[in-house]
Antibody, heavy 117, light 107 residues
């Protein structure tokens, strides 16, 4: 079935880095835009970034621009998010989601990133 | 940036009651408004797309309406399994944004 599985979260100190991965299965990954969305503890949803199916179009939220890098490997059916210069306020569950015609129709279970000294 | 304002923030409802959640956009977004349900410790699930289009395998008691700046999610005859947070989301323009969420509790 259609599935997204995130990994790579963990505890990191402020200023540190992490690389999140999202493994896709059950659909033709290379046909879809993909997105990252995050949710801070007890808070709402915040869009982080998206990448077009070919990887040529990329957008970031202002809150992460210049620090996070989205990428994908269509041969491996995988999406990535490199998190650099992490701040305490980046602490969140990070979800990978498939973008289908503008909306996110399939979500992973998320991976938790905790930024703390 | 398009700001989505949801109301109420919280609602405590008895089973079989009707629930209405509103989402107001800071500028017109046509019908590019979608609704998600997030149960505790789960990822969000798409409920309604493009303001009023139903999603397969979503119970028919969930419906959406509206266009432009004012939108509504209605849950007819609430069931215990509907206890969740509900979010609206606009895909009209970047940055993509979400409403602050409405938590629905079952009395």
């Amino acid at each position: 079935q259609v599935q997204l599985v995130e990994s790579g979260g963990g505890l990191v100190k402020p200023g540190g880095s992490l690389r999140l991965s999202c493994a896709a299965s059950g659909f033709t990954f290379s046909d879809y835009y993909m997105t990252w969305i995050r949710q801070a503890p007890g808070k709402g949803l915040e869009w982080v970034s998206y990448m077009s199916s070919s990887g040529t179009t990329i957008y970031y939220a202002d809150s992460v621009k210049g620090r996070f890098i989205i990428s994908r490997d269509n041969a491996k059916n995988s999406l990535y998010l490199q998190l650099n210069s992490l701040r305490v306020e980046d602490t969140a569950v990070y979800y990978c989601a498939r973008r289908n015609g503008g909306l996110m129709d399939v979500w992973g279970k998320g991976t938790t990133v905790t930024v703390s000294s | 940036e398009i700001v989505l304002t949801q109301s109420p923030d919280f609602q405590s409802v008895t089973p079989k009651e009707k629930v209405t959640i509103t989402c107001r956009a800071s500028q017109s977004i046509g019908s590019s408004l979608h609704w998600y349900q997030q149960k505790p410790d789960q990822s969000p699930k798409l409920l309604i797309k493009y303001a009023s289009q139903s999603i397969s395998r979503v119970p028919s008691r969930f419906s959406g309406s509206g266009s432009g700046t004012d939108f509504t999610l209605t849950i007819n005859s609430l069931e215990a399994e509907d206890a969740a947070a509900y979010y609206c989301h606009q895909s009209s323009s970047l940055p993509l944004t979400f409403g602050g969420g409405t938590k629905v509790e079952i009395k």
